[in-house]
């Protein structure tokens, strides 16, 4: 039992449908698909195709994935947290890794004919680094580069040494510099893409090409027989894969495989049990720095919102019992978190324990302060354990006497306004360190900072954090880190995921990437 002694039962009561978990068997209606199998040349992916935008403002890692066909990464993040050159031949830094030399394939060429070199990195720096464009986050990850005044690179931080090779000087060292060269906004377009349609203008370096794309219902990218792929496994490469945008209910994601329309489960919710009739398939799964975190909007607009107030974060946070979140959210499939956002998968993670849990405390501290009959309204996204995990809040609160509602928001609707709530679920995916999702998550005035969160004492921990390298010596910085956010109240932070993809036996390449990454240049099917 919890220690505020609250039924599971009581809990899971009301929640939507007749049980949290999916039932190993579906007798939902067929649902109607017009893309036939090919048990030999193609793939159909069950995954999101979202509305796909530039490369910098993407802030979903699934709107990458429809894109990796044809946009490559310098970098590779493996699952183990190495880094694998992609574009790159070899990256050396120095001891400090406050320089870097970025030496660049001899063989790698764009789809329209053009040789790949150095010249087209230092324009990839320079469409990172324009601070002038709303919700770029690699601005944030190129900060280092920047020049403050100008809001653009710094002309004196990046040399082209030849053709092939460029060497980055940063004015300190930066231990997440090649790892945000890996992430997933960072995918390598060309100068001349169309940056308000970049589907219209498809240049890239990969070995696919899209040629359909259908926001909410399908994505399709083929091999690009025309072009002369850098891959020495290129004829070995599927020829065709479809993204099936499926919506968000995990019953028409599994009733989709049983009745043999789709080839792979993009991913599982822990919440899902998988039916009999795909006991056949092959089941991947991989402990991640994968959450959710219900988030206090500290702004409303341009005003302090009630949740700048401290008193009622901690009110509300105390009243929270992690451990129910986890069960009832994603079916103990995981590990408990502590509210500050740094996983114990990371190599500069410390434990400092669990927040207080006091929810007797909480209603007299809203009395206090004179909300107490604020009615608090928690958005969530339209699935399954987003919806869960903001169920499982609401009751814990209503049990502490705190008014609480949940709204529930449709795919496109949240998407569109996941910033903006003031109290919300927000799920973050998997990066290799620690000090990553803290930089774009908590720092004045990131990109992505949703509580709107900003403290000179944590931008300073941040910067110590980020400059230094060695992440035993980084342990000391972040435990600083995690105290502050946890006391701060920011977030209640529930549980960290193991993450599940099941695939049809004869595809291989279908192991699942901590953090939802998708290469497809590793797809393939058994013959």
């Excluded at 710094?154 to 004015?171: G, M, Y």
């Excluded at 451990?323 to 959210?329: D, I, K, N, R």
Aim: hydrophobic share 40%; net charge neutral; glycine share 4%.
């Amino acid at each position: 039992m919890p220690t505020n002694d609250i039924s599971r039962r009581k809990l899971i009561k009301g929640f939507a449908g007749t049980a949290v978990f999916a039932p190993a068997s579906i007798t939902k209606p067929a649902l109607a698909t017009d893309i036939a199998a090919d048990t030999k040349n193609t793939i159909r992916l069950q995954h999101d195709v979202p509305k796909i935008v530039e490369p910098r403002l993407w802030d979903w890692p699934q709107i990458a994935n429809c894109c990796r066909g044809w946009l490559e990464y310098l970098l590779e993040c493996q699952p183990n947290g190495s880094l694998k050159p992609i574009l790159l031949k070899e990256v050396t830094p120095n001891k400090d890794y406050s320089s870097f030399k970025l030496v660049i394939k001899p063989n790698v060429y764009w789809n329209n004919g053009e040789q790949f070199k150095a010249k087209h990195v230092l324009w990839l720096f320079q469409y990172w680094c324009d601070t002038s464009i709303p919700g770029n986050s690699m601005a944030l990850r190129m900060a280092s580069l920047i020049d403050p005044k100008a809001g653009t690179l710094d002309a004196t931080r990046i040399k082209i040494l030849d053709e092939l090779t460029l060497k980055v000087d940063l004015p300190n060292p930066d231990s997440t510099f090649l790892y945000n060269l890996a992430d997933y906004p960072a995918a390598v377009i060309h100068p001349t893409t169309n940056l308000s349609d970049i589907i219209s203008t498809p240049i890239g370096t990969g070995a696919f090409i899209p040629t359909d794309y259908i926001p909410g219902k399908r994505m399709v990218v083929v091999r690009n027989e025309k072009h002369e792929h850098w891959s020495q496994d290129y004829d070995k490469l599927i020829k065709k894969i479809i993204f099936v945008d499926l919506g968000t209910d995990p019953l028409d994601w599994l009733l989709a495989a049983q009745e043999n329309a789709v080839d792979l489960l993009f991913q599982i919710p822990s919440a899902s049990n998988i039916p009999k009739g795909l006991n056949s398939w092959k089941e991947y799964k991989i402990l991640s720095s994968n959450t959710l975190v219900a988030r206090f909007n500290q702004k409303d607009g341009l005003k302090p919102s009630i949740y700048a107030n401290s008193s009622i974060r901690a009110a509300i946070s105390q009243a929270i019992d992690n451990s129910v979140l986890l069960e009832l959210g994603i079916n103990n499939i995981g590990i408990v978190a502590h509210n500050h956002h740094v996983a114990p998968v990371h190599p500069d993670f410390v434990d400092i324990g669990a927040p207080q849990l006091s929810p007797k405390e909480s209603l007299t501290t809203l009395r206090r302060v004179g909300v107490h009959e604020h009615v608090h309204e928690i958005h969530a996204l339209d699935d399954q354990f987003n919806r869960y995990t903001a169920e499982a809040i609401a009751a814990q609160l209503r049990d502490a006497k705190i008014p609480t509602a949940v709204k529930v928001v449709p795919r496109n609707k949240y998407f569109r306004h996941w910033r903006d709530y003031s109290f919300s679920i927000t799920e973050w995916i998997h990066r290799p360190l620690g000090i990553q999702n803290i930089a774009l998550g908590y720092k004045s005035n990131a990109p992505w900072n949703e509580c709107n969160y900003s403290n000179p004492v944590l931008d300073d921990l941040i910067l110590d954090a980020i400059s230094t390298v060695n992440s035993s010596l980084r342990q000391s910085i972040m435990e600083k880190i995690e105290h502050h956010i946890q006391a701060e109240n920011l977030i209640i932070q529930p549980f960290w995921r193991e993450l599940t993809r099941i695939a049809k036996s004869d595809i291989t390449g279908a192991e699942i990437h901590p953090s939802h990454e998708l290469h497809l240049h590793k797809l393939s099917r058994k013959i």
